[in-house]
């Protein structure tokens, strides 16, 4: 299972040694040269390490000393991954005269790059390629292939297991494909039990984007993330470019925008919703009033369509415009992107080329013309501004944000903020004061909350601590744990009370966290499936299944909201959804009515939809149960003490205010 809760653990982890690592210089090898092999020895080159990434090296070394080997690093765009798991290849010993690493990527610019860093790094290592027509020796010291090739035919099966101590691959969010799979089957890294049978090599995954929409867990081939560093992180240390955000609301049209198999809007369909005339005119307008004197904005576009369409909205305008796709020819594409790294035009337009693996540090502003549900793809065009560049003071974002009722992740929600919030020139450290202004209001509104729940709260023998309600409609009603999680998390979980929490979708599926009854806590985040109509069970849920745990409540919360982005629709979960301040529906209202007396009815214009579905959810998953069992508890706790008490007034003589007992003279 893969451990959300490491990865909760990770997400607070801050730069720590400052050391500098000595290089390790190996002798060349008998393999044959490959293409990339150098024709003379030369030293290799002195690299001093960032902080962070001596930190994250460690890490890793860290994890397999402990008998770990499937890793993975969780790094900024920008922040130097490739030099990291270059600098691994000799950080790690051969171990059972295994001395052979894989580097693995799904795309040529990938595959070249890190073919570079290795012959920079280790001039004296053999080195080749496996992509297309290009086939390694499968001797090699270091052998870089592409996905897709070295899964082609059975050109994998020169590549023997017992010979290579690390497998490495770049862009890891796409490590569960099929293809990748049956790689780790090959190394025997596909299943924990291979590993006594197999000598493994380690297998050190790094993206910037470790989350996925599609609902396959990375649990399937990576167990730990050893080292997460974002880059709100890399600003605040000046390792990335700051940032500035102004976000426009178009008039686009998203409601009848489906979503596809990656969670993510269908491209066709949003196509056809934002490339029109008059929504591409507002995107050009915008750029013209906010980033007119940008040298070199990068501008992320829908489809093909979209991309012609708004190159020549720009040219309309007098803009030195062109785009690139992946239907460019190779030297047309390499003569474009190398001219704009130049400075000789303002304005690169694409789609779905630029989102990994590419350096093109003079980018100065990042345009955002389609709206994404998916916050990896987000942060990923956003990266392709942060990288530091002689004369550049900050990367303007402008994001074209759309209809925000709809699912879209905008840039704010990357701060921790409402993704309905329009921000205007808004740098990194403007919205994450913004932030923490947000998560002070809402520190205080807890302190209020939790005053007025111990004013009403008695702390009995035993350490059981009741609150008094006056009726289960109160308890329905009371929002004051609500507000607890809801300032950890941007979901809309539901206190159940005894330290549970459930958070509900329209599917019947849902989400439980609870913790364990020892008396130093563990808290268990379970996901409960809804069967289909007519399933043969007792239950009308599959059996439960435990997805993620925590030492601290904190890190369970955040466990359970990775698990959640990935597998529920973020409009059914998250509470700054506009439906939720909507006026309450009747069958809402009638559904709750069925429990209240005839004096205690509720109309649709007493309440919210959101508030409504809450206190529905309470109602469903047993609250009145367990009102009626505290009641019981508390009647029974009650009457023990009012004996004791009387028995103790007796004994002192003193005279007990209250009713007296008939019979007594």
């Known amino acids: 299972m893969f451990h959300f809760a490491q990865y909760a653990v990770a997400l607070s982890r801050r730069a720590g040694s400052k050391s500098v690592p000595t290089f390790v210089r190996y002798a060349s090898k008998s393999s044959r040269p490959s293409s990339l092999s150098p024709q003379t020895s030369a030293p290799s080159p002195q690299i001093t390490l960032r902080g962070y990434q001596e930190e994250c090296i460690q890490s890793v070394l860290s994890y397999l000393e402990k008998g770990e080997k499937r890793l993975g ?50 001039p004296d290592k053999t080195i080749d390629i496996e992509m297309a027509h290009h086939h390694a020796s499968g001797m090699a010291d270091i052998t ?19 010979r290579y101590k690390l497998v490495l691959v770049d862009e ?116 013209l009033a906010k980033a007119r004197g940008r040298q070199s904005t990068l501008v992320f576009c829908v489809d093909l369509s979209h991309v012609a369409n708004l190159t020549a909205a720009f040219k309309r305008h007098g803009i030195d415009a062109r785009f690139v796709t992946g239907d460019t020819p190779k030297k047309i594409r390499a003569q474009r992107v190398e001219a704009f790294k130049n400075g000789e035009f303002p304005v690169l337009l694409n789609c779905g080329v630029f989102t990994e693996g590419t350096d093109i540090p003079n980018i100065d502003c990042v345009l955002l013309a389609r709206p994404t549900k998916s916050r990896n793809l987000l942060v990923q065009m956003i990266g392709r501004g942060m990288r530091l560049y002689k004369g550049k003071d900050n990367c303007h974002i402008i994001d074209m944000v759309s209809s925000l009722s709809t699912g879209v992740v905008s840039t704010p929600t990357l701060f921790g903020l409402d993704p309905a919030e329009i921000v205007e020139n808004a740098d990194s450290t403007e919205l994450m004061e913004k932030k923490e202004r947000k998560e002070r209001e809402m520190i205080r509104e807890q302190e209020v909350a939790e005053v007025s729940r111990l004013a009403t709260s008695r702390q009995l023998p035993g350490s059981i601590t009741f609150t008094d309600y006056d009726s289960v409609h109160d308890l329905i009603e009371d929002t004051s744990v609500d507000h607890y ?42 996901y409960y499936r809804k069967l289909p109509a007519g399933a043969k069970s007792k239950s009308p849920y599959a059996t439960p299944r435990v997805v993620a745990e925590g030492n601290t409540f904190e890190h369970a919360v955040h466990a359970a909201d990775t698990f959640a982005a990935e ?39 007493a309440l919210t939809k959101g508030r409504a579905g809450d206190m529905i959810t309470k109602i469903k998953h047993g609250v009145r149960g367990k009102f009626n069992k505290a009641s019981t508890r508390k009647r029974i706790a009650n009457r023990v003490r009012e004996k004791a008490e009387n028995e103790r007034s007796r004994m002192q003589g003193q005279v007990r205010v209250g009713p007296l007992h008939e019979g007594v003279d």
Not at 512 to 518: K, S, V
Not at 572 to 594: C, E, G
Request: charged share 20%.
């Open 73 to 122: 690093v969780s790094l900024a765009t920008g922040s130097g991954k490739t030099v990291i798991f270059t600098q691994l290849i000799s950080r790690i010993p051969p171990k059972h005269n295994a001395s052979q690493t894989l580097i693995l990527a799904h795309r040529r610019e990938l595959v070249e790059q890190a073919a570079r860093h290795c012959s920079l790094a280790y």
């Open 144 to 162: 870089v292939a592409s996905i897709q090739s070295i899964m082609s035919g059975d050109r994998l099966l020169k590549f023997d297991p017992t």
């Open 172 to 287: 890891a969010h796409h490590i569960v494909s099929s293809q990748y799979l049956e790689m780790l089957e090959h190394f025997g890294l596909r299943h924990r039990a291979d590993w006594n049978s197999i000598t493994a090599p380690a297998l050190v995954g790094v993206s910037a984007t470790f989350s996925r929409f599609d609902g396959r867990k990375l649990g399937a081939a990576i167990d730990h993330i050893v080292y997460h560093r974002d880059y709100v992180d890399m600003i605040e240390e000046n390792w990335l470019s700051d940032v500035v955000f102004t976000t426009v609301e178009s008039n686009a049209n998203l409601t009848k925008v489906g979503s596809g198999a990656n969670g993510d809007f269908q491209t066709g369909a949003l196509s056809k919703a934002i490339n029109t005339d008059e929504t591409n005119e507002i995107v050009v307008r915008s750029w």
């Open 485 to 526: 999680i809801r300032g950890i998390s941007q979901f809309a979980w539901v206190g159940l009370g005894d330290d549970k929490f459930v958070l509900t979708t329209n599917s019947g599926n849902y989400l439980l966290i609870e913790p364990t009854a020892d008396e130093v806590k563990q808290f268990f985040v379970k």
């Open 567 to 605: 597998i529920f629709e973020h409009v059914f979960i998250s509470r700054h959804q506009r439906w939720r301040n909507s006026r309450a529906s009747q069958a809402q209202v009638d559904f709750l009515n069925k429990f209240r007396g005839e004096d205690e009815q509720l109309s649709p214009d």
